[in-house]
T-cell receptor, first 111, second 113 residues
Framework: QKEVEQNSGPLSVPEGAIASLNCTYS??????FFWYRQYSGKSPELIMS????GDKEDGRFTAQLNKASQYVSLLIRDSQPSDSATYLC???????????FGTGTQLKVEL | SQTIHQWPATLVQPVGSPLSLECTVEGTSNPNLYWYRQAAGRGLQLLFYSVGIGQISSEVPQNLSASRPQDRQFILSSKKLLLSDSGFYLCAWSVGGVMNGYTFGSGTRLTVV
């Protein structure tokens, strides 16, 4: 049973638009959540972490967490072609030493 | 600064041959270390993790093994590779608990032929 679910995409958005990536999780005790960006052929790179309900902003990126509804989202404002990548959502439930990853959403930003 | 080294970057091995992939971390002590595999077009599969020297937790029973002979060294091995072992192998580390996330190495792309 998967604990972190993501739509595989691809999600296509025009340059300059807002890209919205979503993730749901099944374990209510999940404590921390992370967004990784993975370019084709490269390793994942941590871009955002969020621990509390609400929004967290970092530059063009905003992570949103709603623990009651068990979802996490990542908004990318003013999307650029360089944002085209696969975005992985991950959760940490506590009591263990590992993250649980979703399978990722492919984002394509078109000119 | 903290860095993670993983090598080789690419590897082509025949079926039945042995495998040894090494990962080392610099600039930190007592990290948690992880081995993941990502098959083509698939998600990340946790293979092994280690919270200290000689301590290995196996997540998926298969043709692979892991060892941690030193605090900042993590090795992934196989005695006989299978075609299904092909994939992108990633080492990751965390310090101070997983609640802060992982940092991944650059990965090894293994093709078994």
């Amino acid at each position: 049973q998967k604990e972190v679910e993501q739509n595989s995409g691809p999600l296509s958005v025009p340059e300059g638009a807002i890209a919205s990536l979503n993730c749901t999780y099944s374990d209510r005790v999940s404590q921390s959540f992370f967004w990784y960006r993975q370019y084709s052929g490269k390793s994942p790179e941590l871009i955002m972490s969020i621990y509390s309900n609400g929004d967290k902003e970092d530059g063009r990126f905003t992570a949103q967490l709603n623990k009651a509804s068990q979802y996490v989202s990542l908004l990318i404002r003013d999307s650029q072609p360089s944002d085209s990548a696969t975005y992985l959502c991950a959760s940490y439930t506590g009591g263990g030493n590992k993250l649980t990853f979703g399978t990722g959403t492919q984002l394509k930003v078109e000119l | 600064s903290q860095t993670i080294h993983q090598w080789p970057a690419t590897l082509v091995q025949p079926v039945g041959s042995p495998l040894s992939l090494e990962c080392t971390v610099e600039g930190t002590s007592n990290p948690n270390l992880y081995w993941y595999r990502q098959a083509a077009g698939r998600g990340l599969q946790l293979l092994f993790y280690s919270v200290g020297i000689g301590q290995i937790s196996s997540e998926v029973p298969q043709n692979l093994s892991a060892s941690r002979p030193q605090d900042r060294q993590f090795i992934l091995s196989s005695k006989k590779l299978l075609l299904s072992d092909s994939g992108f192998y990633l080492c990751a580390w965390s310090v101070g608990g997983v609640m802060n996330g992982y940092t991944f190495g650059s990965g090894t792309r293994l093709t078994v032929v």
